[in-house]
Protein backbone atom coordinates (compact mmCIF):
# COMPACT_ATOMS: atom_id res chain seq x y z
CA UNK A 1 0.00 0.00 0.00
CA UNK A 2 1.86 3.19 -1.13
CA UNK A 3 -0.88 5.51 0.73
CA UNK A 4 -0.19 7.75 3.66
CA UNK A 5 0.36 5.97 6.85
CA UNK A 6 -0.34 6.53 10.86
CA UNK A 7 0.65 4.93 13.67
CA UNK A 8 -0.62 3.85 15.97
CA UNK A 9 -4.08 3.89 14.89
CA UNK A 10 -5.40 4.29 18.59
CA UNK A 11 -3.61 5.92 21.89
CA UNK A 12 -4.85 5.84 24.79
CA UNK A 13 -3.26 7.81 28.06
CA UNK A 14 -3.43 9.90 30.95
CA UNK A 15 -3.36 13.20 31.59
CA UNK A 16 -0.15 14.25 31.86
CA UNK A 17 1.54 11.89 29.41
CA UNK A 18 3.31 12.77 26.55
CA UNK A 19 2.76 11.31 23.10
CA UNK A 20 3.62 11.03 20.21
CA UNK A 21 2.30 10.10 16.52
CA UNK A 22 4.30 9.55 12.92
CA UNK A 23 3.09 9.86 9.94
CA UNK A 24 4.73 8.20 6.51
CA UNK A 25 3.50 10.45 3.39
CA UNK A 26 3.25 9.07 0.37
CA UNK A 27 7.04 8.82 -0.77
CA UNK A 28 7.50 11.50 -3.22
CA UNK A 29 5.00 14.10 -1.75
CA UNK A 30 6.72 17.27 -0.56
CA UNK A 31 3.91 18.38 1.15
CA UNK A 32 2.74 17.11 5.13
CA UNK A 33 -0.02 18.44 7.22
CA UNK A 34 -1.50 17.04 10.19
CA UNK A 35 -5.30 17.84 11.04
CA UNK A 36 -7.42 17.55 14.26
CA UNK A 37 -10.73 16.30 14.21
CA UNK A 38 -13.15 15.94 17.16
CA UNK A 39 -16.65 14.22 16.93
CA UNK A 40 -19.09 15.81 14.63
CA UNK A 41 -16.59 18.58 13.40
CA UNK A 42 -14.58 18.80 10.21
CA UNK A 43 -10.69 18.35 10.61
CA UNK A 44 -9.02 21.49 11.89
CA UNK A 45 -5.71 22.41 10.17
CA UNK A 46 -3.31 21.75 12.88
CA UNK A 47 0.81 22.40 10.82
CA UNK A 48 2.05 21.88 7.60
CA UNK A 49 5.57 21.23 6.11
CA UNK A 50 7.23 21.57 2.68
CA UNK A 51 9.98 19.15 2.75
CA UNK A 52 11.39 19.45 5.98
CA UNK A 53 10.61 23.08 6.85
CA UNK A 54 7.40 23.64 8.86
CA UNK A 55 5.90 26.61 7.01
CA UNK A 56 2.75 27.40 8.78
CA UNK A 57 1.40 26.58 12.56
CA UNK A 58 -2.44 27.04 13.57
CA UNK A 59 -3.23 29.54 16.68
CA UNK A 60 -4.87 26.00 17.46
CA UNK A 61 -1.26 24.61 17.98
CA UNK A 62 -0.44 25.40 21.55
CA UNK A 63 3.39 25.11 23.09
CA UNK A 64 2.24 21.46 24.19
CA UNK A 65 2.12 20.65 20.57
CA UNK A 66 4.98 20.10 18.45
CA UNK A 67 5.69 18.66 14.73
CA UNK A 68 8.64 17.69 12.86
CA UNK A 69 9.73 16.15 9.60
CA UNK A 70 13.80 16.19 10.16
CA UNK A 71 14.65 14.62 6.79
CA UNK A 72 11.52 15.72 4.78
CA UNK A 73 10.15 12.08 5.21
CA UNK A 74 8.22 11.21 7.48
CA UNK A 75 7.13 13.45 10.24
CA UNK A 76 5.94 12.97 14.25
CA UNK A 77 3.23 15.18 16.35
CA UNK A 78 4.24 15.29 19.82
CA UNK A 79 1.94 16.40 22.68
CA UNK A 80 3.09 16.79 25.73
CA UNK A 81 1.44 17.02 29.30
CA UNK A 82 -1.56 15.77 28.01
CA UNK A 83 -5.35 17.41 28.38
CA UNK A 84 -8.70 15.62 28.36
CA UNK A 85 -9.22 18.15 25.56
CA UNK A 86 -6.57 16.56 23.43
CA UNK A 87 -8.74 13.57 23.03
CA UNK A 88 -9.65 13.58 19.03
CA UNK A 89 -8.81 11.98 16.03
CA UNK A 90 -5.07 13.34 14.73
CA UNK A 91 -5.12 12.98 10.54
CA UNK A 92 -2.43 13.49 8.53
CA UNK A 93 -2.69 14.16 4.44
CA UNK A 94 0.69 14.85 2.22
CA UNK A 95 0.77 16.49 -1.29
CA UNK A 96 3.07 16.84 -4.35
CA UNK A 97 3.49 20.74 -4.82
CA UNK A 98 3.94 20.73 -8.51
CA UNK A 99 4.82 24.57 -8.57
CA UNK A 100 4.36 26.91 -10.87
CA UNK A 101 1.74 27.06 -13.72
CA UNK A 102 1.04 23.41 -13.87
CA UNK A 103 0.49 23.78 -10.18
CA UNK A 104 -1.68 26.42 -10.48
CA UNK A 105 -4.37 25.18 -13.13
CA UNK A 106 -4.58 21.41 -11.31
CA UNK A 107 -4.43 22.15 -8.07
CA UNK A 108 -2.86 19.95 -5.21
CA UNK A 109 -5.00 17.30 -3.88
CA UNK A 110 -4.64 16.46 -0.24
CA UNK A 111 -4.06 12.70 0.85
CA UNK A 112 -5.20 11.56 4.32
CA UNK A 113 -3.90 8.84 6.20
CA UNK A 114 -6.55 6.60 8.70
CA UNK A 115 -5.59 8.80 11.28
CA UNK A 116 -4.38 7.89 14.93
CA UNK A 117 -7.53 7.99 17.46
CA UNK A 118 -6.34 9.77 20.94
CA UNK A 119 -8.20 9.10 24.10
CA UNK A 120 -6.79 11.35 26.90
CA UNK A 121 -8.24 9.23 30.74
CA UNK B 1 -10.74 32.40 5.09
CA UNK B 2 -13.28 31.73 2.66
CA UNK B 3 -16.41 30.07 4.95
CA UNK B 4 -18.35 27.65 2.94
CA UNK B 5 -21.62 26.51 3.92
CA UNK B 6 -23.48 23.51 3.33
CA UNK B 7 -26.81 21.65 4.18
CA UNK B 8 -26.17 19.35 8.05
CA UNK B 9 -27.58 15.92 6.08
CA UNK B 10 -29.56 15.00 3.33
CA UNK B 11 -31.59 11.83 2.69
CA UNK B 12 -31.49 9.52 -0.79
CA UNK B 13 -32.13 6.45 -2.08
CA UNK B 14 -30.12 4.04 -4.20
CA UNK B 15 -30.49 4.92 -7.60
CA UNK B 16 -31.24 8.54 -7.09
CA UNK B 17 -29.08 11.62 -8.28
CA UNK B 18 -27.55 14.01 -5.67
CA UNK B 19 -27.07 17.44 -5.48
CA UNK B 20 -24.92 18.81 -2.27
CA UNK B 21 -24.92 22.98 -3.00
CA UNK B 22 -22.38 24.84 -0.97
CA UNK B 23 -22.42 28.81 -0.67
CA UNK B 24 -18.71 30.45 -0.49
CA UNK B 25 -20.10 34.07 -1.11
CA UNK B 26 -16.29 35.33 0.04
CA UNK B 27 -14.47 32.75 -2.12
CA UNK B 28 -10.73 34.45 -3.66
CA UNK B 29 -9.56 34.82 -6.83
CA UNK B 30 -6.97 32.36 -6.63
CA UNK B 31 -9.19 29.60 -4.68
CA UNK B 32 -9.87 26.62 -5.84
CA UNK B 33 -13.28 24.47 -4.50
CA UNK B 34 -12.57 20.69 -3.44
CA UNK B 35 -14.45 18.44 -2.14
CA UNK B 36 -13.80 15.23 0.45
CA UNK B 37 -15.75 12.70 1.51
CA UNK B 38 -15.22 10.79 4.49
CA UNK B 39 -16.32 7.64 6.16
CA UNK B 40 -16.30 7.28 9.99
CA UNK B 41 -12.92 6.39 11.42
CA UNK B 42 -11.48 6.96 8.03
CA UNK B 43 -9.37 10.00 6.86
CA UNK B 44 -11.02 12.30 4.04
CA UNK B 45 -10.44 11.25 0.94
CA UNK B 46 -10.60 13.33 -2.60
CA UNK B 47 -13.75 13.23 -4.27
CA UNK B 48 -13.15 16.16 -6.74
CA UNK B 49 -11.78 19.46 -7.32
CA UNK B 50 -12.55 22.76 -9.43
CA UNK B 51 -12.09 26.26 -10.62
CA UNK B 52 -14.87 27.45 -12.84
CA UNK B 53 -17.73 25.97 -14.95
CA UNK B 54 -17.75 22.21 -15.08
CA UNK B 55 -15.50 19.46 -14.20
CA UNK B 56 -16.54 15.71 -14.28
CA UNK B 57 -14.48 12.84 -13.20
CA UNK B 58 -15.38 8.93 -12.73
CA UNK B 59 -17.51 9.79 -9.78
CA UNK B 60 -18.84 12.78 -9.65
CA UNK B 61 -19.81 16.05 -11.44
CA UNK B 62 -18.74 19.63 -9.93
CA UNK B 63 -20.58 22.48 -10.86
CA UNK B 64 -19.60 25.86 -10.95
CA UNK B 65 -21.01 28.69 -11.75
CA UNK B 66 -19.86 32.09 -13.65
CA UNK B 67 -19.77 34.39 -10.33
CA UNK B 68 -17.98 31.16 -8.25
CA UNK B 69 -20.31 32.29 -4.86
CA UNK B 70 -21.30 28.67 -4.84
CA UNK B 71 -20.23 24.87 -6.16
CA UNK B 72 -22.91 22.00 -6.52
CA UNK B 73 -21.28 18.36 -6.34
CA UNK B 74 -23.17 15.77 -8.03
CA UNK B 75 -23.45 12.17 -7.20
CA UNK B 76 -25.06 10.06 -10.47
CA UNK B 77 -27.09 6.87 -8.95
CA UNK B 78 -25.51 6.92 -5.51
CA UNK B 79 -25.53 3.41 -3.87
CA UNK B 80 -25.49 2.74 -0.04
CA UNK B 81 -21.68 2.49 0.04
CA UNK B 82 -22.29 6.61 -0.82
CA UNK B 83 -23.23 6.77 2.68
CA UNK B 84 -20.70 9.44 4.21
CA UNK B 85 -19.88 12.79 5.14
CA UNK B 86 -19.24 15.18 2.36
CA UNK B 87 -16.87 18.41 2.75
CA UNK B 88 -16.73 21.46 0.65
CA UNK B 89 -13.35 23.28 0.77
CA UNK B 90 -12.44 26.52 -0.67
CA UNK B 91 -8.53 27.51 -0.46
CA UNK B 92 -5.49 28.10 -2.81
CA UNK B 93 -4.32 25.02 -3.53
CA UNK B 94 -1.35 26.23 -5.61
CA UNK B 95 0.34 27.27 -2.34
CA UNK B 96 -0.52 24.27 -0.37
CA UNK B 97 -3.44 26.14 1.52
CA UNK B 98 -1.85 26.12 5.02
CA UNK B 99 -4.71 26.92 7.02
CA UNK B 100 -6.49 28.42 4.30
CA UNK B 101 -7.77 25.14 4.14
CA UNK B 102 -10.83 25.07 6.21
CA UNK B 103 -13.47 21.78 6.57
CA UNK B 104 -16.91 22.82 8.14
CA UNK B 105 -19.10 20.40 9.55
CA UNK B 106 -19.87 18.96 6.16
CA UNK B 107 -23.20 17.19 4.61
CA UNK B 108 -24.40 13.86 6.33
CA UNK B 109 -25.47 11.98 3.63
CA UNK B 110 -27.70 9.28 3.92
CA UNK B 111 -28.12 7.14 1.42
CA UNK B 112 -31.19 3.94 1.68
CA UNK B 113 -32.70 1.27 -0.05
Known amino acids: DTGVSQNPRHKITKRGQNVTFRCDPI?????LYWYRQTLGQGPEFLTYFQNEAQLEKSRLLSDRFSAERPKGSFSTLEIQRTEQGDSAMYLC???????????????????FGPGTRLTVL | LAKTTQPISMDSYEGQEVNITCSHN???????ITWYQQFPSQGPRFIIQ???TKVTNEVASLFIPADRKSSTLSLPRVSLSDTAVYYC??????????????FGTGTQLKVEL
Open chain 1, 27 to 31: SEHNR
Open chain 2, 26 to 32: NIATNDY
Open chain 2, 50 to 52: GYK
Open chain 1, 93 to 111: ASSLDRGGIAGAQRGNEQF
Open chain 2, 89 to 102: LVGDMRTGGGNKLT
